[in-house]
């Protein structure tokens, strides 16, 4: 599986951003999906996920009621609207998928990453 991550770019803080991760390859529907993030300097974090079938969603706790991921499996992608954007947002967002489908956290579970987009939100 390919992932293409879009969608990044700059921002004023309380803007929003739509991100997508469009698969090539292999369909998409059998993996759990997931966006995570890495600021300079940090280790890549995780920002959010969602099984095969988008049933199970989980988010970290520094974007849950901001973020929102979801996915259509018609059209092989994985999306992450970012709204109320604050500047500890910036970063690069990678996306990434993992199988078997259901919703994992960690670096290490995911199989298939894509190659990253530039976020950066302005104070």
Known sequence: VQLQASGGGLVQAGGSLRLSCAASGHTLSPYAGGWFRQAPGKEREFVAAISWNGISIYYSDSVKGRFTISRDNAKNTVYLQMNSLKPEDTAVYYCAASIPGGVV??????????????????S
Do not use: F, L
């Open 105 to 122: 956290v960690r670096v290490e579970e995911y199989d298939y990453w894509g190659q990253g987009t530039q976020v950066t939100v302005s």
